[in-house]
T-cell receptor
């Protein structure tokens, strides 16, 4: 059974810092991996989707990498801003199922 | 519509009661997912519809939970004889394709269910 973990559980940084969020998964036979953002009391917003054949995806200040063999993905946020404060979740869709398995999330606070 | 909508936004009920939660997916999306999210956790998969049929209901915790999508658009999640442990935020998502497609999922704002 696929299990997804995220480290750290919470992170607080001053504005302007570059930061890295980590995601690990136990079964490397994944179909794709997606990073989401969740604001308090809101649903999830998709940030980046990486296909199993890809190694990274970029969107603006965000860069997500994927290393399937080691079961890891990282989300890099450049020049963080207070508006980036939210919970970041990674989710994997494996080759056996049709749904996403989510990690518990990293709660990010960017201080002005 | 512009996005996935869910009603009600909040539902408070008493233990043992029956509740229905509604999801309106993005128009034209064939795939619809239900997830449950407890405080401090990531969403947990419940059920996935492709069109009108439940393609995967392996995440439903027990037979008190049931979901329908009779016309392939709106879906209703039904919970019988609610228990305090059912309290959570219930999220709905839709995507243009489903299953093994690479389409991203678009999430609704969720329904916060509280069972007293």
């Amino acid at each position: 059974k696929q299990e997804v973990t995220q480290i750290p559980a919470a992170l607080s940084v001053p504005e302007g810092e570059n930061l890295v969020l980590n995601c690990s998964f136990t079964d490397s036979a994944i179909y794709n991996l997606q990073w989401f953002r969740q604001d308090p009391g809101k649903g999830l917003t998709s940030l980046l989707l990486i296909q199993s054949s890809q190694r990274e995806q970029t969107s603006g200040r965000l860069n997500a990498s994927l290393d399937k063999s080691s079961g890891r993905s990282t989300l890099y946020i450049a020049a963080s801003q207070p508006g980036d404060s939210a919970t970041y979740l990674c989710a994997v869709k494996d080759n056996y199922g049709q749904n996403f398995v989510f990690g518990p999330g990293t709660r990010l606070s960017v201080l002005p | 519509g512009a996005g996935v909508s869910q009603t009600p936004s909040n539902k408070v009920t008493e233990k043992g009661k029956y509740v229905e939660l509604r999801c309106d997916p993005i128009s034209g999306h064939t795939a619809l997912y239900w997830y449950r999210q407890s405080l401090g956790q990531g969403p947990e998969f419940l059920i996935y519809f492709q069109g009108t049929g439940a393609a995967d209901d392996s995440g439903l915790p027990n037979d008190r939970f049931f979901a329908v999508r009779p016309e392939g658009s709106v879906s209703t999640l039904k919970i019988q004889r609610t228990e305090r442990g059912d309290s959570a935020v219930y999220l709905c998502a839709s995507s243009q394709g489903g299953g093994r497609s690479l389409d991203t999922q678009y999430f609704g704002p969720g329904t916060r269910l509280t069972v007293l």
